[in-house]
Protein backbone atom coordinates (compact mmCIF):
# COMPACT_ATOMS: atom_id res chain seq x y z
CA UNK A 1 0.00 0.00 0.00
CA UNK A 2 1.47 3.12 -0.96
CA UNK A 3 0.69 5.76 1.72
CA UNK A 4 -1.33 9.56 0.92
CA UNK A 5 0.83 12.38 1.45
CA UNK A 6 0.23 15.31 3.20
CA UNK A 7 3.54 17.11 1.26
CA UNK A 8 5.63 16.51 -0.80
CA UNK A 9 7.70 19.62 -0.90
CA UNK A 10 7.26 21.94 2.39
CA UNK A 11 8.78 21.14 5.64
CA UNK A 12 6.52 19.85 8.34
CA UNK A 13 7.69 20.04 12.19
CA UNK A 14 6.64 16.71 13.82
CA UNK A 15 6.35 16.71 17.97
CA UNK A 16 6.04 13.61 19.96
CA UNK A 17 5.81 13.71 24.33
CA UNK A 18 4.44 12.12 26.87
CA UNK A 19 1.68 14.02 28.69
CA UNK A 20 1.34 13.34 32.53
CA UNK A 21 -1.43 12.96 35.25
CA UNK A 22 -1.26 16.48 35.77
CA UNK A 23 -1.18 18.02 32.31
CA UNK A 24 2.56 18.60 31.93
CA UNK A 25 4.19 18.11 28.63
CA UNK A 26 7.31 16.09 28.12
CA UNK A 27 8.75 16.09 24.66
CA UNK A 28 9.96 12.75 23.67
CA UNK A 29 11.31 13.66 19.80
CA UNK A 30 11.18 16.09 17.44
CA UNK A 31 12.02 16.72 13.88
CA UNK A 32 11.34 18.46 10.68
CA UNK A 33 10.72 16.40 7.61
CA UNK A 34 9.98 16.79 3.52
CA UNK A 35 6.96 14.08 4.27
CA UNK A 36 4.10 13.55 5.85
CA UNK A 37 1.84 10.46 6.11
CA UNK A 38 -1.79 11.82 6.07
CA UNK A 39 -2.74 8.41 7.85
CA UNK A 40 -3.14 8.77 11.93
CA UNK A 41 -0.80 6.88 14.29
CA UNK A 42 -2.90 3.77 15.02
CA UNK A 43 -5.29 4.55 18.26
CA UNK A 44 -4.17 8.56 17.96
CA UNK A 45 -7.71 10.83 17.89
CA UNK A 46 -7.64 14.63 17.83
CA UNK A 47 -7.93 16.59 20.85
CA UNK A 48 -9.87 20.28 21.22
CA UNK A 49 -8.28 19.99 25.07
CA UNK A 50 -4.70 20.58 23.55
CA UNK A 51 -3.38 23.05 21.08
CA UNK A 52 -0.39 23.29 18.78
CA UNK A 53 0.67 26.99 17.73
CA UNK A 54 3.39 28.07 15.62
CA UNK A 55 4.38 31.92 16.15
CA UNK A 56 6.76 34.10 14.43
CA UNK A 57 9.48 36.09 16.31
CA UNK A 58 7.20 38.89 17.66
CA UNK A 59 5.11 36.13 18.90
CA UNK A 60 1.67 36.76 16.40
CA UNK A 61 0.44 32.80 15.41
CA UNK A 62 1.55 31.85 12.10
CA UNK A 63 -0.33 28.33 12.17
CA UNK A 64 -2.72 26.88 14.97
CA UNK A 65 -4.11 23.21 14.88
CA UNK A 66 -4.98 20.13 17.54
CA UNK A 67 -2.67 17.74 18.14
CA UNK A 68 -3.44 13.81 18.23
CA UNK A 69 -3.43 11.97 21.67
CA UNK A 70 -3.10 8.43 22.00
CA UNK A 71 -2.06 5.76 24.51
CA UNK A 72 1.40 4.82 24.79
CA UNK A 73 2.64 1.62 23.73
CA UNK A 74 5.22 1.58 26.63
CA UNK A 75 4.42 2.41 29.77
CA UNK A 76 5.93 3.04 32.88
CA UNK A 77 4.60 0.50 35.43
CA UNK A 78 4.44 3.59 38.27
CA UNK A 79 2.60 5.96 35.82
CA UNK A 80 0.20 4.18 33.73
CA UNK A 81 -1.97 7.62 33.21
CA UNK A 82 0.49 8.70 30.78
CA UNK A 83 -0.12 9.38 27.54
CA UNK A 84 1.31 10.59 24.01
CA UNK A 85 0.57 13.95 22.17
CA UNK A 86 1.17 13.81 18.72
CA UNK A 87 1.73 17.35 16.53
CA UNK A 88 2.24 17.58 13.20
CA UNK A 89 2.65 21.61 11.35
CA UNK A 90 3.82 23.13 8.40
CA UNK A 91 6.77 25.55 8.93
CA UNK A 92 5.77 28.58 7.14
CA UNK A 93 8.02 31.39 6.44
CA UNK A 94 8.89 33.07 9.39
CA UNK A 95 8.21 30.33 12.10
CA UNK A 96 10.49 30.82 15.06
CA UNK A 97 8.32 29.25 18.52
CA UNK A 98 6.36 26.44 18.77
CA UNK A 99 3.98 26.49 22.02
CA UNK A 100 1.52 24.04 23.20
CA UNK A 101 -1.69 24.93 24.91
CA UNK A 102 -3.72 22.62 27.27
CA UNK A 103 -7.00 24.09 27.70
CA UNK A 104 -5.64 27.66 26.72
CA UNK A 105 -3.18 27.43 29.40
CA UNK A 106 0.53 27.65 27.92
CA UNK A 107 2.77 24.40 28.99
CA UNK A 108 5.75 24.02 26.49
CA UNK A 109 7.46 26.53 24.62
CA UNK A 110 10.57 26.03 22.23
CA UNK A 111 12.10 27.75 19.57
CA UNK A 112 12.32 26.53 15.88
CA UNK A 113 15.77 27.25 14.68
CA UNK A 114 17.49 28.12 11.93
CA UNK A 115 17.08 25.33 9.34
CA UNK A 116 20.81 23.61 8.62
CA UNK A 117 22.78 22.98 5.53
CA UNK A 118 24.30 20.09 4.05
CA UNK A 119 26.83 19.32 1.38
CA UNK A 120 27.91 16.14 0.41
CA UNK A 121 30.78 14.60 -1.81
CA UNK A 122 29.32 11.28 -3.15
CA UNK A 123 31.61 7.94 -4.14
CA UNK A 124 30.80 7.98 -8.30
CA UNK A 125 29.50 4.49 -10.36
CA UNK A 126 29.09 1.01 -9.39
CA UNK A 127 29.57 0.46 -5.87
CA UNK A 128 31.77 -2.54 -4.96
CA UNK A 129 30.05 -4.67 -1.70
CA UNK A 130 33.48 -5.32 0.60
CA UNK A 131 34.95 -1.79 -0.06
CA UNK A 132 34.62 1.38 2.25
CA UNK A 133 33.52 4.22 1.51
CA UNK A 134 34.43 7.90 2.56
CA UNK A 135 31.92 10.54 1.98
CA UNK A 136 33.28 14.34 2.73
CA UNK A 137 30.29 16.55 4.19
CA UNK A 138 30.15 20.39 4.41
CA UNK A 139 27.93 21.11 7.24
CA UNK A 140 26.54 24.42 8.55
CA UNK A 141 27.16 25.20 12.22
CA UNK A 142 24.67 24.01 14.82
CA UNK A 143 23.21 26.67 16.96
CA UNK A 144 24.42 26.45 20.94
CA UNK A 145 22.40 24.07 22.76
CA UNK A 146 20.86 22.39 20.06
CA UNK A 147 21.51 18.57 19.58
CA UNK A 148 22.67 17.59 16.14
CA UNK A 149 22.84 14.08 14.66
CA UNK A 150 23.40 12.35 11.11
CA UNK A 151 21.47 9.79 9.50
CA UNK A 152 22.38 7.84 6.47
CA UNK A 153 20.05 5.73 4.59
CA UNK A 154 20.05 3.58 1.10
CA UNK A 155 16.99 3.98 -1.20
CA UNK A 156 16.20 1.40 -3.71
CA UNK A 157 13.32 0.86 -6.03
CA UNK A 158 9.93 2.83 -5.78
CA UNK A 159 9.52 3.06 -2.27
CA UNK A 160 12.39 1.11 -0.22
CA UNK A 161 14.82 2.53 2.06
CA UNK A 162 17.25 1.62 4.74
CA UNK A 163 19.01 3.81 7.79
CA UNK A 164 22.51 2.60 7.37
CA UNK A 165 23.93 4.57 10.22
CA UNK A 166 23.02 7.27 12.74
CA UNK A 167 25.99 9.34 14.36
CA UNK A 168 27.07 12.27 16.02
CA UNK A 169 28.28 15.53 13.78
CA UNK A 170 31.41 14.74 11.47
CA UNK A 171 32.89 16.02 8.48
CA UNK A 172 33.15 12.63 7.16
CA UNK A 173 30.92 9.10 7.23
CA UNK A 174 32.31 5.57 6.35
CA UNK A 175 30.76 2.78 5.31
CA UNK A 176 30.71 -0.77 3.52
CA UNK A 177 27.73 -1.78 1.31
CA UNK A 178 28.39 -5.53 1.87
CA UNK A 179 25.82 -6.34 3.92
CA UNK A 180 23.01 -3.44 1.95
CA UNK A 181 20.09 -4.23 -0.42
CA UNK A 182 20.78 -3.25 -3.91
CA UNK A 183 19.62 -2.66 -7.52
CA UNK A 184 20.30 -0.57 -10.77
CA UNK A 185 18.81 2.25 -9.72
CA UNK A 186 20.30 3.53 -6.38
CA UNK A 187 20.64 6.63 -3.59
CA UNK A 188 22.44 7.29 -0.40
CA UNK A 189 20.89 9.98 1.53
CA UNK A 190 22.43 11.68 4.56
CA UNK A 191 20.15 14.04 6.70
CA UNK A 192 21.33 16.37 8.93
CA UNK A 193 19.27 17.07 12.11
CA UNK A 194 19.62 19.97 14.44
CA UNK A 195 16.88 20.68 16.88
CA UNK A 196 13.61 20.42 15.41
CA UNK A 197 14.98 21.48 11.62
CA UNK A 198 16.63 18.92 9.35
CA UNK A 199 17.81 18.69 5.95
CA UNK A 200 18.52 15.95 3.55
CA UNK A 201 21.28 15.33 0.85
CA UNK A 202 20.45 12.94 -1.99
CA UNK A 203 23.19 11.48 -4.44
CA UNK A 204 22.88 10.71 -7.19
CA UNK A 205 21.61 7.25 -8.84
CA UNK A 206 24.38 4.35 -8.79
CA UNK A 207 24.20 0.59 -9.29
CA UNK A 208 24.85 -2.03 -6.74
CA UNK A 209 24.33 -5.66 -7.09
CA UNK A 210 21.48 -7.18 -5.60
CA UNK A 211 21.97 -9.52 -2.90
CA UNK A 212 20.77 -12.79 -2.78
CA UNK A 213 17.94 -14.02 -1.75
CA UNK A 214 17.53 -16.23 1.62
CA UNK A 215 16.28 -19.46 1.11
CA UNK A 216 15.93 -22.41 3.85
CA UNK A 217 14.64 -25.95 3.77
CA UNK A 218 12.99 -26.31 7.04
CA UNK A 219 11.34 -29.57 6.06
CA UNK A 220 12.33 -32.59 5.07
CA UNK A 221 15.63 -32.13 7.55
CA UNK A 222 18.68 -34.37 6.54
CA UNK A 223 18.65 -38.01 7.39
CA UNK A 224 15.41 -37.98 7.99
CA UNK A 225 13.89 -41.42 7.34
CA UNK A 226 11.07 -41.33 5.06
CA UNK A 227 8.62 -44.46 5.01
CA UNK A 228 7.68 -45.68 1.34
CA UNK A 229 4.34 -45.16 0.55
CA UNK A 230 3.92 -42.19 3.37
CA UNK A 231 3.11 -38.31 2.66
CA UNK A 232 6.14 -36.64 2.88
CA UNK A 233 5.96 -32.79 4.12
CA UNK A 234 7.92 -29.96 1.92
CA UNK A 235 8.38 -26.71 4.07
CA UNK A 236 10.38 -23.59 2.75
CA UNK A 237 11.56 -20.51 3.66
CA UNK A 238 12.58 -17.21 1.45
CA UNK A 239 12.73 -13.56 2.18
CA UNK A 240 14.82 -11.08 -0.17
CA UNK A 241 17.05 -8.41 1.43
CA UNK A 242 15.70 -6.14 -1.85
CA UNK A 243 12.07 -6.72 -0.38
CA UNK A 244 10.62 -8.40 -3.24
CA UNK A 245 7.63 -10.23 -2.25
CA UNK A 246 6.81 -12.34 -4.48
CA UNK A 247 9.30 -15.08 -4.11
CA UNK A 248 7.44 -16.99 -1.96
CA UNK A 249 5.13 -17.73 -4.86
CA UNK A 250 8.38 -18.07 -7.23
CA UNK A 251 9.60 -21.36 -5.23
CA UNK A 252 9.83 -24.43 -7.24
CA UNK A 253 10.18 -28.26 -5.66
CA UNK A 254 11.50 -31.25 -7.54
CA UNK A 255 12.05 -34.50 -7.26
CA UNK A 256 14.54 -36.22 -9.64
CA UNK A 257 14.11 -33.35 -11.97
CA UNK A 258 9.99 -33.47 -11.80
CA UNK A 259 7.76 -30.67 -10.48
CA UNK A 260 5.73 -31.70 -7.15
CA UNK A 261 5.20 -27.91 -6.05
CA UNK A 262 5.21 -24.03 -6.22
CA UNK A 263 4.48 -22.75 -3.06
CA UNK A 264 6.39 -22.53 0.64
CA UNK A 265 4.48 -25.80 1.30
CA UNK A 266 3.84 -28.56 -1.17
CA UNK A 267 2.59 -32.67 -0.21
CA UNK A 268 4.67 -35.43 -2.10
CA UNK A 269 1.68 -38.01 -1.66
CA UNK A 270 4.13 -41.17 -1.46
CA UNK A 271 7.29 -42.22 -2.73
CA UNK A 272 8.24 -46.25 -3.82
CA UNK A 273 11.17 -47.27 -1.87
CA UNK A 274 14.41 -45.70 -3.22
CA UNK A 275 16.52 -42.35 -3.28
CA UNK A 276 15.42 -39.59 -4.79
CA UNK A 277 17.13 -36.27 -5.63
CA UNK A 278 14.93 -32.95 -4.02
CA UNK A 279 15.66 -29.77 -4.91
CA UNK A 280 13.91 -26.41 -4.01
CA UNK A 281 14.53 -23.31 -6.45
CA UNK A 282 13.32 -19.97 -7.33
CA UNK A 283 11.98 -19.99 -10.95
CA UNK A 284 13.88 -17.17 -13.12
CA UNK A 285 17.00 -17.49 -10.35
CA UNK A 286 20.19 -19.93 -11.04
CA UNK A 287 20.99 -18.83 -7.22
CA UNK A 288 20.06 -20.26 -4.55
CA UNK A 289 19.36 -23.56 -4.97
CA UNK A 290 18.94 -26.48 -2.34
CA UNK A 291 19.76 -30.01 -2.97
CA UNK A 292 19.12 -32.76 -0.67
CA UNK A 293 19.17 -36.77 -0.65
CA UNK A 294 15.72 -38.28 0.23
CA UNK A 295 16.32 -41.76 1.06
CA UNK A 296 12.70 -43.82 1.36
CA UNK A 297 12.61 -47.36 3.37
CA UNK A 298 10.38 -50.09 3.38
CA UNK A 299 8.10 -49.82 6.62
CA UNK A 300 9.51 -52.05 9.00
CA UNK A 301 7.56 -55.42 9.75
CA UNK A 302 5.59 -56.28 12.84
Given at each position: ?IE????????????????????????L????????????????????????????????????????????????????????????????????I???????R????????????????????R??????????????????????????????????????????????????????????????S??????????????????????????????P?????????????????????????????????????????????????????????L????????????????????????
Amino acid sequence: MIEKKLSTGSEWLIIEGLIGPGGKFSLLSSRSQQRVSAHKPKGAKKTSEYSLLLLDEEGETLMHDHPMIRTPVVCHEFEPDHKVLVGRLPLLPGAAIVVILRQEREIYRCLVGKSPDIKVKWPKGRLQRGKSYHLSLTLSKPDKGDDALLTLAIHWGAKHYRVVAISEVSESLTFDPKDLPGGKACRLSVTYQVGFRSMTAVSPSFSLAPLKPHLRMLKPREETTLIAGAPVSLVAEVDDPQGNRSLPAALRWSVDGKCVGTSPQALISGLPEGEYRLQLSIDGMKQPVIKRTLKVHQAPKI
